[in-house]
């Protein structure tokens, strides 16, 4: 049985591009850029290759690169660094909707005496800038915003909000962790001072990412130790991954708005033929501001974990908002900061598309996904009559 990914934003298959540019650094050149000798010190001309192709896929500097372990490592990094360099300042602002990697560092700073502050959304999943200009204030040492949402894909107004963090010196971060690959990026247009990336969403290996630090950003190191990424994060160099990653932004840079276009065509076709196909479906977030592969579905009167192991006997790969799957009891804190009813949160889907999907593959799911629905329905006494045909 053949497997069908459509669970990319949990993680992506890597590009064999990637795979090829990376094999000669893990087998032949396993030297340590920081090293004198040539045999070593050669690998450091890679790493900074790697640098400008990350930084041209966001419009930025090669020295506003650094390289990290991955996107949580990032948004720590940052969000640390905001409130080392800003001691007399002791209030962040952030969203209800944040993954785990920034929402739980914040609570955590929050159990350490700041003053945190989550932003609510709408019931798309949409932030209302006018809730974030009511509670900035002279205390506010950062603010940090994902770019999009990992469970839903809703893209915020990321612009608007920049300027308004611009306007008044404070400093914004974003976790673009779902962002960077999928949409276009220029950071010369986008007044955010740190950004983050995790190399695993967009077909390089896992464990690597990159921080995104604007030049004149004050900046303190998270990971302290050797003199790597000039002072900024001690550590060997994870030379052959972050090969990866630059390969990885390279093919994402070229094409870019091809993908966004294929990605949107066959995740809207998916979307409009469960629409048609299975009575109350409903799309969890903001339809007209969305990443282009994602879509999240509510069906109600199902359960989402069961949903996900039928999908599963036919090798189809998707993630559902509720619990278990996502190793937690809770159910989606996204979904629930949208305000979904319950029993639309406990029947949420997500799929996530990437270049490497087919328009056979999105059919087969659009064939399968209304037996399975009404099947799951029978089971349930508020389903049976609800059946999908
Ligand atoms: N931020 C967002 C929005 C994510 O979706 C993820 C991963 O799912 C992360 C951060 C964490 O990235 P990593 O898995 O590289 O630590």
Known sequence: ?????????????????VLEEMFPYLKEFYGNPSSMHTFGGQLHRKVEDARIKVAQLIGAEPEEIIFTSCGTESDNTAIMSAVESLPNKRHIITTRVEHPAVLNFCKHLGRKGFRVTFLPVNNYGQLKVDELLKVIDEDTALVSIMYANNEVGVIFPIKEI?????????????????????????????SV????????KLHAPKGVGALYVRKGTRFYPYIIGGHQEMGRRAGTEN???????????????KNIEEEVAYLTRLRDKLETALLKSCPDVRINGDIHSRLPNTTNLSFEYVEGEAILLR????????????????????????????????????????????RYNTEEEIDKVIEIMPKIINDLRLLSPFGREKRAY
Do not use: W
């Not at 599963?312 to 629930?336: K, M």
């Open 162 to 190: 920049a300027e308004i963090l611009r306007e008044r010196r404070i400093v914004f971060h974003t976790d673009s962790v779902q962002a960077v690959g999928k949409i276009p990026i220029d950071l010369k247009k986008l």
């Open 193 to 200: 001072d740190m950004l983050s990336l995790s190399g695993h």
């Open 1 to 17: 049985m053949n497997t069908i990914y459509l669970d990319n934003n949990a993680t992506t298959p890597l590009a064999p591009e």
């Open 239 to 253: 030379v052959a991954s972050i090969i990866g990653l630059g390969k990885a932004c390279e093919l994402a840079s």
């Open 311 to 354: 999908l599963n006997e036919y090798g189809i790969c998707a993630s559902s908002g509720s619990a278990c799957t996502s190793g937690s009891l809770e159910p989606s804190h996204v979904l629930r900061a949208m305000g979904i009813p319950f029993t639309a949160i406990h029947g949420s889907i997500r799929f996530s598309l990437s």
